[in-house]
């Protein structure tokens, strides 16, 4: 296993990163998805005792990629808050802390189904929102997954929290978050701490990558594998 894995996907070269983000050199660009900050303010808001920091924990997920990989740009795939009232006066301060320690960062937003309800994002925050299905030198920016343009070599995304999971003859061993790469359109797990998971089936043609707390483990469907109900 490692913190992470190198790979070449129709001829691009990226990093796929531990800690649930996608690194390409070539553009100084980190990639990450469904990071639904302040989540747990909205539960808290209607009511449901749920524990406070998950805003602040992802965002320090966040800065260790972005010292790590001295990224100059920060793509986020969609969700990037979860609801309106997840702009809370304290979510806000975390977020706006992220944007005064890069100043120098380019910050994009590829809007997700969640921030459609939240709404324009505060006009002093230094972030460009762009449209679904943006193209980057062959990568298309997108939300959902769906069928890659014809136009693109490579079409990466977020919204499914993708996971696989794992059980013997007799025990059911649990989910595992991970990278998702399906006829030519990668889905990021979500970085998000207060997320959850949706189970996804690799076919043995695909490449799934798979997450172990922050690090990474290559995973391939079998031929014929049975599945799981």
Known sequence: MSKFIETRIAGIELMLLGDRGVYWDAHRTLFIADTHFGKEATFRRNGMPVPRGSTVGTLKTICRMMD?????????????????????PDVCESVEALFSRYPKVE?????????????????????????????IDGISLAHHPGEKPSTA??????????????????????????????????????????????????????????????????????PNAKRSR
């Open 68 to 88: 790590r990989t001295e990224s100059e740009r920060l793509v986020i795939l969609g969700d990037m808050f979860h609801a309106r009232s997840s702009l809370s």
């Open 107 to 135: 910050f994009t937003l590829v809007p997700g189904n969640h921030d459609a309800h939240v709404g324009h994002l505060p006009q002093r925050w230094p972030i460009d929102v762009i449209e679904s299905g943006k193209i």
């Open 153 to 222: 070599k490579l079409m990466m995304c977020g919204h499914l929290h993708p996971a696989v999971r794992f059980e013997s003859d007799t025990d059911r061993l649990g989910k595992l978050p991970c990278f998702w790469l399906s006829k030519g359109c990668l889905v990021l797990p979500a970085v998000g701490e207060f997320t959850g998971t949706h189970r996804v089936h690799p076919k043995p043609e695909d490449q799934t990558w798979l997450v172990l707390e922050d690090e990474l483990l290559e995973y391939r469907q079998r």
